[in-house]
């Protein structure tokens, strides 16, 4: 492409160019860190790694905090929320939930945390005082949820100002080299996680 372009919450390893995205890896470890703060220590990552850059992200950020409060990552607390081909999340988000249950579930988004709110209740699970669930985005269904969901707010005026910024500097210099910028979120605390 010979215009000035510039990804907007995406970046691709294949092509150099310039990106602004939400700090995916950061919030979600700043997310994950609350669940510690609140008493939680079985903490379960509801994403599908490798389907999108934010997803893994954000899961890498998951990792940290559990690294860093001595916690070991389980395969079976990984839990995929889509089909990898497909990207289907099915019409009752059909994920397995472990034999053994997590104390909370921290999800890549909030459209998950919804469906993996109304899945537990499904099941006679009481959201938060049995488990506790997190999501990501803020997005309006994170307040319709019953409860309101617990997420990371993503500026996306921010991110938005930002990248028309780049673009005027690509647009002035069309050699400055390209980068990716993050834009930091905000912990929107709600009421769907439990102080144990």
Not at 80 to 89: I, L, N, P, S, V
Not at 124 to 130: A, F, I, K, L, M
Request: proline letters at 4%; a negative charge; aromatic letters at 10%.
């Amino acid at each position: 492409i010979k215009v000035p372009f510039v990804c907007l919450d995406f970046y691709d390893k294949g092509h150099e160019c310039d990106a602004v995205i939400t700090d995916n890896y950061y919030g979600m470890y700043k997310l994950t860190n609350y669940l510690f703060d609140m008493g939680h220590k079985d903490i379960a990552y509801v994403g599908t790694l490798l389907y999108t850059n934010s997803i893994t992200d954000r899961y890498f950020g998951y990792c940290k905090a559990l690294l860093e409060h001595g916690c070991a990552l389980r395969n079976d607390w990984l839990i995929a929320d889509r089909d990898m081909e497909t990207g289907d999340q099915g019409k009752d988000f059909p994920f397995r939930l472990p034999e053994q249950m997590p104390s909370a579930f921290v999800c890549n988004c909030d459209e998950i945390a919804f469906a993996a709110i109304r899945k537990l209740q499904s099941m006679g699970y009481s959201v938060p005082d049995d488990i506790s669930i997190a999501g990501y985005d803020n997005f309006l269904i994170s307040e319709m949820s019953e409860p309101q969901i617990t997420t990371i707010s993503v500026d996306a005026k921010e991110i938005a100002d930002t990248a028309v910024s780049v673009l005027i500097e690509k647009i002035n210099n069309p050699m400055k080299k390209p980068e990716i910028r993050s834009i930091s979120g905000n912990l929107e605390v709600k009421n769907s996680i439990r102080k144990i």
